[in-house]
């Protein structure tokens, strides 16, 4: 049983260290980005990279799912595996070229169309490669490209943004040679040109490879809805001007989505690693309630801290997004926990649920918004997210219990959804910041005291043991 949580906690920390390094660095940008970029220039650049997110998952048919899934069973051909992978991109390659003209045709980022191809390019590759490199247990290496990736962005955004003030070009610039950049070692250090020449192209393992990703491209294609469709309808419905306030309200989300990238990177090899073990419903429901009870107390405290710090850490033109925050950092809460269980739901070989759920999710987002922004501009596309992800994490918590005795700690699990939720309602309009936040605070460690003394007991000892 210790073994599951040392390795669960040492794929973690080897992951968080290049996670918490390269979004450490990228924090810092933001400022660069709220005062070197108008916000149209900044709204733009977010709608080239809302359309990358789109293109990737169709050019690769998320074939890095199938890379994990597939390569880290038992006596599997791990080398195989890589090549059906490539094989893939090479696709994705002449897919892309074939698609960018008619993406060129949506005047706002006809500019920057070919841009937007070679990001796609790269960004597949790169996934795959790095894919690979989880599939060898190459976890340290992982988290040093990390970091590498994200020192090669800043220094290049610095430059280019900066001392030559390049605007858009130099935004979208930089990311393409930090990607490149990372290709380049990956490969390398992954251990890739060797694999292929050793590797024959299993055919029938490329079928199966396919079918099982398929369904997740819709799934990723739903995800993308959810999370950039608001930002396409703000820019048509409202303008360029408000989107870059909207975009610029999503950075601090995204820390939550940081403990998620870390955290479920690791927990996707556990949750597959464990599939076969008749204790696996214990730990899976072990580890989600400290993961949400994790997530929900992250939460809170940003949002305490939130007014203060956005006022010094945006730019001028760009501190009155503030307000938007607070739910948004709830949604990025529920997303973490739907993106948990989509693990599970990768281990059990479910991409067809997976993929179902996310459906519900992206109409509901996308039916909300539109209505929303309609009558309440940008805050409608703030609801809509919240709503969505709200939706779909209830829907997927009774969809596991079908396959797994998921226990998520049923009414205490509710009741910190509710005080999150009344929190950032509270903190957005900017109604009593510092008495409700701090009511939030002692609510929560009331109610969780006992799961917060576990998880730190827990953690303790797993640490003690793992050195």
Same mark, same amino acid.
């Given at each position: ?23 450490? !660095?990228? %924090? ?29 998952? &169709? ?10 899934? &597939? ?31 008619? #993406? ?36 340290? $290496?992982?988290? #040093? !490209? ?17 001392? %030559? ?23 390398? /250090? ?41 930002? !396409? ?37 556990? $949750? ?45 033109? %760009? ?10 950092? #709830?949604? /990025?809460? &529920? ?13 059990l070989q479910k991409s067809l649920n997976d993929m179902i759920t996310y ?30 992800? /709200? ?12 396959? !797994? ?63």
């Open positions: 049983m210790d073994k599951k949580y040392r390795t669960l906690f040492t794929d973690a920390l080897v992951f968080a260290l290049g996670s918490l390094g390269s979004k450490l !660095i990228l %924090f810092f940008l933001v400022p660069i980005y709220t005062n070197y970029l108008t916000t149209d220039e900044y709204g733009i650049a977010d709608l080239v990279f809302t359309f990358v997110q789109l293109i990737v998952p &169709f050019a690769t048919v998320s074939i890095q799912n199938s890379l994990i899934r &597939f390569g880290m069973e038992k006596n599997a051909n791990k080398e195989e595996t890589l090549k059906c992978s490539m094989a893939v991109i090479l696709f994705s390659v002449v897919f892309t070229l074939a698609v960018t003209p008619l #993406v060129g045709l949506y005047s706002a980022i006809s500019d920057w169309k070919w841009y937007l191809a070679i990001l796609v390019v790269l960004n597949g590759l790169s996934e795959v490669e790095r894919s690979y490199l989880k599939v060898r247990d190459k976890n340290k $290496s992982f988290a #040093v !490209i990390s970091i590498i990736q994200t020192a090669v962005l800043a220094g290049c955004n610095i430059l280019l943004l900066v001392v %030559f003030r390049s605007g858009v070009s130099g935004y979208l610039l930089s990311n393409i040679i930090a990607v490149a950049v990372v290709c380049v070692i990956t490969f390398f /250090a992954a251990g890739i040109p060797k694999a292929l020449r050793s590797a024959k192209l299993n055919v029938p393992l490329l079928k199966k490879m396919v079918v099982f990703s398929m369904p997740l491209v819709l799934s990723a294609i739903s995800w993308w809805v959810v999370h950039s469709s608001d930002r !396409i309808m703000i820019e048509l419905m409202i303008g360029e001007s408000v989107l870059g306030l909207y975009t610029a309200a999503t950075k601090i989300p995204s820390l939550i989505n940081v403990v998620t990238s870390i955290f479920n990177q690791a927990w996707g090899l556990s $949750s597959i690693r464990e599939i076969d073990n008749p204790d696996k419903q214990h730990f899976y429901s072990k580890v989600f309630r400290m993961f949400s009870t994790a997530l929900f107390m992250a939460c809170i405290m940003l949002i305490t801290v939130l007014k203060p710090f956005l006022s010094v850490y945006f730019g001028a033109d %760009f501190r009155s997004a503030w307000v938007y925050t607070p739910l948004l950092l #709830v949604a /990025a809460v &529920f997303f973490s926990l739907t993106a948990f269980i989509g693990s599970l739901y990768i281990a459906l519900i999710c992206a109409f509901v987002n996308v039916v909300v918004n539109f209505v929303g922004i309609l009558f309440l501009g940008a805050w409608g596309a703030v609801i809509g997210t919240v709503t969505a992800f /709200a939706v779909v994490l209830v829907i997927r918590i009774f969809d596991i219990k079908r396959y !797994i005795d998921l226990n998520i700690g049923g009414v205490r699990f509710f009741l910190n959804a509710v005080i999150a939720l009344a929190q950032a309602v509270c903190v957005s309009m900017d109604v009593y910041v510092y008495p409700v936040s701090a009511v939030a605070i002692v609510l929560f460690v009331a109610l969780n005291y006992k799961e917060i003394a576990r998880f730190i007991t827990s953690l303790t000892k797993t640490v003690f043991k793992n050195k």
